[in-house]
């Protein structure tokens, strides 16, 4: 008894690349059938090492993890590697790459070098002049600042929430939903020692806080539904007070 077989479903990329002299941005469409709980990054795969061993792409661990598998699905932003084929009933996927981001090839772009400036925009580490006495017992912590610090530590840097961010996509200098989350995580942080007037300094501007239109789709998109609104509306009620 033959398999049944899947649907046919199609696949459109944008190409380019940006180092070619020749090259110029066009879709190319790919056929291929779907099979069971199919999902794009497996799709890409298929296409890579059956139809087109030129297509770039970026992935690692393909399961949502080390967030190097962000691209545009129709329109939206969202990760390769937990888009189901099966949630596209027309079967009709237009892949294009994020924006926001310095393209490399095809889908592939450099979220790397966005993440790395903004790290150090936002001076992403502890800040504190206590000494770490390694013999002690560590600083004890409450667990419900743990837990919340722990949750905005699940950010995986994978750049949708600022491809979906329009503010971001206007201003080249702007921190993004990312950044934000980054600032709300060191400021409920108990082991950092900076003042609202610290953070003032380093994001009390429209490139940072206010530049935020509050359109919601950073937190509508990110695949680790981070809070980022209640995050990002927290930080600029402390923020505001000092304008
Ligand atoms: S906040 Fe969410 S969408 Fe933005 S980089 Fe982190 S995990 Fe990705
Ligand atoms: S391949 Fe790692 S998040 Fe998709």
């Given at each position: 008894?033959?398999?049944?077989?899947?649907?046919?479903?199609?696949?459109?990329?944008?190409?380019?690349?940006?180092r070619?002299?020749?090259?110029k941005?066009?879709?190319?469409?790919?056929k291929?059938?779907?099979?069971p709980?199919?999902t794009?990054f497996?799709?890409?795969?298929?296409?890579?090492?059956?139809?087109?061993?030129?297509l770039?792409?970026?992935f690692?661990?393909?399961?949502?993890?080390?967030?190097?598998?962000?691209?545009?699905?129709n329109?939206?932003?969202?990760?390769?590697c937990?888009?189901?084929i099966?949630?596209?009933?027309?079967?009709?996927l237009q892949?294009?790459?994020?924006?926001?981001?310095?393209l490399?090839?095809?889908l592939?772009?450099?979220?790397?070098?966005?993440?790395?400036?903004?790290?150090?925009?936002?001076?992403s580490?502890?800040?504190?002049?206590?000494?770490t006495d390694?013999?002690?017992?560590e600083q004890?912590?409450e667990?419900?600042?743990?837990e919340?610090?722990?949750?905005?530590?699940?950010?995986?840097?994978?750049?949708?929430c600022?491809?979906?961010?329009?503010?971001a996509?206007?201003?080249?200098?702007?921190?993004?939903?990312?950044?934000?989350?980054r600032?709300?995580?060191?400021e409920?942080?108990?082991?950092?020692?900076?003042?609202?007037?610290?953070?003032?300094?380093?994001?009390?501007?429209d490139?940072?806080?206010?530049?935020?239109?509050?359109?919601l789709?950073?937190q509508?998109?990110?695949?680790?539904?981070?809070?980022?609104?209640s995050?990002?509306?927290?930080?600029?009620?402390?923020l505001?007070?000092?304008r």
């Open positions: 008894m033959s398999a049944k077989k899947g649907r046919e479903i199609t696949i459109s990329v944008l190409k380019f690349n940006p070619s002299k020749i090259s941005p066009h879709f190319v469409d790919y291929l059938e779907e099979t709980g199919m794009l497996i799709a890409l795969n298929i296409i890579r090492e059956t139809l087109d061993p030129d770039s792409f970026d690692v661990c393909r399961a949502g993890i080390c967030g190097s598998c962000g691209m545009v699905v329109g939206k932003p969202a990760l390769a937990r888009t189901l099966t949630n596209y009933p027309s079967g009709k892949l294009m790459p994020m924006p926001a981001f310095e490399i090839k095809d592939s772009v450099n979220t790397g070098k966005w993440m790395d400036a903004m790290s150090k925009r936002v001076e580490w502890i800040h504190t002049q206590k000494e390694i013999e002690k017992i004890k912590v667990p419900e600042l743990a919340e610090t722990f949750e905005l530590d699940r950010c995986i840097e994978c750049g949708v600022v491809a979906s961010c329009a503010t996509l206007m201003r080249p200098d702007f921190v993004g939903p990312v950044g934000l989350n600032i709300a995580r060191f409920i942080d108990p082991h950092d020692d900076r003042t609202t007037e610290d953070y003032y300094e380093l994001v009390g501007d490139s940072g806080i206010f530049g935020c239109m509050s359109l789709a950073c509508d998109h990110c695949p680790k539904h981070l809070p980022l609104q995050k990002i509306a927290y930080l600029r009620r402390k505001v007070s000092l």
